[in-house]
């Protein structure tokens, strides 16, 4: 990234490419690309946490992406949780299910899971 002088700071465009790449796999659903990208995200951070160059205008734009970012990784897991609980209801239907009866009240009726194959010849 230059600043007002034409001075480039490498690490910071270093950590620009990288946030942007992180918010193509964040948009793409690529969580396995995620993870390979967390030593390089740390290596780029510690470097910059001891340059003492940095100007605003860096500042700012790693700013920026870094917020745009944590929106869409909460956004994702805000996805993920929500499958989460509908997998686990799924599973809580599949043992049991609740009724009403015409009083209003609750009955429960047991489900078994069997883990049976059919072979057919």
């Known amino acids: 990234m230059t600043d007002e002088t034409g001075w480039r700071h490498d690490a910071v465009e270093a950590l620009v490419a ?10 793409a659903g690529d969580f ?3 993870i390979g990208m967390l030593d390089d995200k ?6 910059l946490d001891a340059a003492d160059d940095l100007t ?12 745009r970012n944590q929106a869409l990784l909460d956004s994702a897991l805000a ?9 686990g209801a799924l599973h809580r ?4 299910l609740d009724t009403y009866d015409q009083t209003g009240r ?3 009726i047991e489900g078994s899971i069997d883990h049976v194959v059919e072979r057919r010849a």
């Open 56 to 67: 605003e205008d860096m500042l700012h734009a790693l700013r920026t992406r870094l917020e």
């Open 32 to 34: 396995e690309r995620l």
């Open 79 to 87: 996805g993920i949780r929500g499958v989460a609980g509908r997998i």
């Open 106 to 108: 609750r009955t429960t």
């Open 42 to 47: 740390a290596a780029l951070i510690d470097q």
């Open 93 to 96: 239907m599949r043992r049991s």
């Open 18 to 27: 990288l946030l942007e790449a992180e918010r193509a796999a964040l948009l």
